[in-house]
């Protein structure tokens, strides 16, 4: 317990010197979304706290609606937190960046907890500190868009999984955290994760349970519409105009017109499969590589790999994510970014838990694992000095 405390310590420090870092050194983000969200975060900030969930456009997208002059195309969830930051005195230009830095240590930890229910500690160190050396890792730092949470919310409920056979009220509990919080951070796009918990739950459970379980389980997913119709009613009440008869019409309406022509195209799902599979084996690689390797080697011992709630909802994570946004007829990396540290963590678990590989000394480890986090996140910041000057905001 005094190791766990020592590790999210170290970890809160990492988390307050990379902020200071973003605020010293100006630091704002080259990719386009980072910055939209960016400036909603310094607009909203202006205003009560009550009104994040309407930013404005105001000129700031080609992608801007004509009819109202709020963004409804996507859930604001994601406000909610750095608005809040900016009200107790912190930088509106990068309190979203902040909270997306936290949100990544917070992964970290919660890769952690997972692999401490497989493997030793001295070893499971080794997996927060590993997936931040995997490719996608070093391109994709400090941004303030839906990925990370995505991957937080995902994990939370993984977590929640293994409570399942010990205390169903705290995994439920969990799993609706899960549900909700991806939720109004990614709207519809959440919807891999509704039969992902489906089948990890089912899995755990005696067939007879089945009905019962799956009737908890569709009051859990419930939870979406009737939080939904409050969330209309106050966003009504602060624009006046309705949401999601806007937000269906874009993220439904109009991308089922553009598919429509593609629809039955098997071979346009196979390239679309080719496409996020690909990814997922590069973008994490040496550890995908290692990880396959060992599995082939230990292939009798699968069976018992993946037994465990860890496991299988991690490998439900990457699948589900890739199977559902193979059938969709855009692509585009960032669709399945939790796939990519699932597998890689799944990877690294794997080699872990057939070879010795450990940290002897586990503060050292915690001490990796923090320098690794603020030296990339430093890197990034210092590489990014001139987009102060070619992105103001």
Known sequence: MIQNHRFKISLLFSGLIVAILMVQFHYV???????LYTRFVK?????????????RWAGMSTFAEKETPFVRDHLPGQYFLPVLLTKIGVPASHAHYIVNTFVRL?????????T????????????????????????????????YPMLMFSLIGIWGL???????RKSYLMIALAVLGSYYIKGLAMVPLIPLFWIAMIIQTKKDEWPKLTV????IVLLIPLTSVFFEFYFR???GVPFFKKYFEVQIYKRSIEASSSAFNIIKKFQNFWYYFSRTLSYTLPFSLAGIIFAIKNRTKLKEFVSTPVVQGLLLLTFINVAFFSMSDRTASRYIFSSYYSFAALSIIMVLKYTKLSIKKINLGYVLVCLVFVGLSFASIYTSQDNVLKYPN
């Not at 983000?29 to 910055?35: K, L, Q």
């Open 116 to 147: 401490l229910l497989l493997l030793p500690l001295n070893q499971a160190i080794l997996v927060p500190l590993c997936v931040q050396l995997m490719p996608i890792n070093f391109t994709y730092q400090l941004r303030s868009n839906h990925e």
């Open 43 to 55: 607009q909203l900030s202006t205003k009560p706290l009550g009104e994040f969930v309407a930013p």
């Open 162 to 168: 293994t409570f399942f056979n010990k205390d169903r």
């Open 29 to 35: 983000a080259r990719e386009t979304d980072s910055r």
């Open 106 to 114: 917070i992964i970290l930890y919660l890769f952690f907890k997972l």
């Open 216 to 219: 908890i389980y569709t009051g």
């Open 237 to 239: 009440s602060v624009t």
